[in-house]
Nanobody
Framework: QVRLVESGGGSVQSGGSLRLSCVAS????????MGWFRQAPGKEREAVAT???????IYADSVKGRFTISQDNAKSTLYLQMNSLKPEDTAIYYC????????????????????????WGQGTQVTVSS
């Protein structure tokens, strides 16, 4: 069983910055995909950014150049640095992870859909005011 705990959400004004953190614990492996998703009221959950254990990253077009996903493997922690925040970034942000056992097929690229991740955090609210 995997546990993901997010922190770092809050309220900021447009143009501000926040850094989200996600600590993973439990049955985790060295091969993985991790990501940040968000869900605004009345909308579907969407991928913001993903990172593979080899460091490869994928970003949604809406956040490219403003958000940075990173990881600290020693601390089993995932980060999302969010700069130049806009009101449309307002959402609940979720940490997600998919771990692969040593002999399992490891995809060349992380999925960018909800169904590609089997482990989820509880979410943290990010509110950006204009």
């Amino acid at each position: 069983q995997v546990r993901l705990v997010e922190s770092g959400g809050g309220s900021v004004q447009s143009g501000g910055s926040l850094r989200l953190s996600c600590v993973a614990s439990g049955n985790i492996y060295s091969k993985y995909c991790m990501g940040w998703f968000r869900q605004a009221p009345g909308k579907e959950r969407e991928a913001v950014a993903t990172i593979k254990s080899d460091g490869a990253t994928i970003y949604a077009d809406s956040v490219k150049g403003r958000f940075t996903i990173s990881q600290d493997n020693a601390k089993s922690t995932l980060y999302l640095q969010m700069n130049s925040l806009k009101p449309e970034d307002t959402a609940i942000y979720y940490c997600a992870a998919q771990y692969y056992t040593p002999y399992a097929y490891f995809p060349a690229q992380c999925a960018v859909i909800v169904e590609g991740f089997g482990n989820w955090g509880q979410g943290t609210q990010v509110t950006v005011s204009s």
